[in-house]
């Protein structure tokens, strides 16, 4: 889709909102999701401070519309998956839970790949245990090849593995994560696609072209670490905007986020019902062509418009 700064100065002083749904692995999602990563302990291991917070966190994410839920066995290890049970199950009809496999976490918190079939196999049965499941919605393949970013290197005995499961109903649908796009092609020739989960967010945006190319397929682009993760966004700009708008900074990054494309579904994670809150306004932030194309100036290293 054509990018913001490239609209004429007729065009930029609105834009029509972005739309509130996205039809995913067969059902509609909102677009706005809840990621379930912090509510497990300081690292994303061991279990969170106030159990109890985090179950009425996950419990008012649902009160206010989530029906897509972002999840993994490997948080805490089996922490987070087990706050999930207690706090929603039995699940609601709508309910889209997403879950990943590929690691698995040592005693000291590190993250260790986990992909031979053996380990897909048993993270899947790990997943369905501790959620109380028999069968996952959406299973995303994390790729590990570097821990930090898309790295190439076949996937092909993996996605074998996970379509195996899938013939046999412990998956319903199968994504991807940390992937390059020849990697999200060559999975695709083994099983459908139905997401991508890859680092992007305002200010890193080395997925722009992707993400393009997955929204004309149809397929969903899920960003992790929409706020900048571990190291939340920090700009000036941003923050000067989102004063103007009289919203957070990363409320306003996420909206920006959903007027990006129509196939990004966002996942922000927070252990705190305030900024649960907070990130929940992003879906009725009324963002004009001009503040969009500030806002795109931002993450292309361009000066702002004053």
């Known amino acids: 889709m054509p990018q913001p700064s490239n609209h004429s100065p007729a065009q930029t002083k609105q834009r029509a909102q972005p739309a509130r749904t996205f039809p995913f692995a067969g059902r509609t999602v909102n677009r706005v999701g809840y990621g379930a990563m912090q509510l497990a302990g300081p690292g994303v291991f061991g279990p969170p401070k106030d159990r109890a917070a985090?179950?009425?966190?996950?419990?008012?994410?649902?009160?206010?519309?989530?029906?897509?839920?972002?999840?993994?066995?490997?948080?805490?290890?089996?922490?987070?998956?087990?706050?999930?049970?207690?706090?929603?199950?039995?699940?609601?009809?709508?309910?889209?839970?997403?879950?990943?496999?590929?690691?698995?976490?040592?005693?000291?918190?590190?993250?260790?790949?986990?992909?031979?079939?053996?380990?897909?196999?048993?993270?899947?049965?790990?997943?369905?245990?501790?959620?109380?499941?028999?069968?996952?919605?959406?299973?995303?393949?994390?790729?590990?090849?570097?821990?930090?970013?898309?790295?190439?290197?076949?996937?092909?005995?993996?996605?074998?593995?996970?379509?195996a499961?899938?013939?046999?109903?412990?998956?319903?649908?199968?994504?991807?994560?940390?992937?390059?796009?020849?990697?999200?092609?060559?999975?695709e020739k083994i099983a459908p696609i139905v997401c991508v989960q890859n680092h992007y967010n305002l200010v890193h945006r080395d997925d722009d072209g992707l993400i393009d190319a997955l929204a004309?397929?149809?397929?969903?682009?899920?960003?992790?670490?929409?706020?900048?993760?571990?190291?939340?966004?920090q700009s000036s700009a941003l923050s000067d905007i989102a004063r103007t708008l009289e919203a957070t900074p990363m409320a306003v990054a996420l909206a920006w986020l959903l007027h990006r494309s129509p196939n990004i579904l966002l996942i922000p994670g927070t252990s705190s019902l305030a900024h649960l809150r907070e990130n929940m306004t992003a879906q009725t932030l009324e963002l004009s062509g001009e503040v969009l194309a500030q806002l795109d100036a931002i993450g292309k290293g361009q000066k702002t418009i004053a």
């Open 54 to 163: 985090a179950v009425a966190v996950l419990r008012e994410a649902l009160a206010l519309g989530v029906n897509h839920l972002d999840t993994s066995d490997f948080y805490g290890p089996h922490v987070t998956n087990q706050i999930i049970r207690e706090a929603l199950h039995p699940y609601a009809d709508d309910l889209t839970i997403v879950t990943k496999v590929g690691a698995v976490r040592d005693g000291t918190g590190a993250w260790l790949p986990a992909l031979e079939p053996s380990d897909i196999e048993r993270a899947v049965h790990d997943n369905l245990r501790n959620l109380g499941l028999d069968t996952l919605d959406v299973v995303n393949l994390r790729i590990m090849g570097d821990v930090h970013k898309p790295a190439e290197g076949s996937v092909e005995r993996e996605m074998e593995a996970l379509a």
């Open 165 to 187: 499961l899938r013939e046999r109903g412990l998956v319903r649908h199968i994504g991807i994560s940390n992937a390059t796009a020849k990697q999200i092609d060559d999975a």
């Open 216 to 233: 004309a397929r149809g397929v969903a682009y899920v960003p992790f670490f929409p706020l900048g993760g571990f190291t939340p966004i």
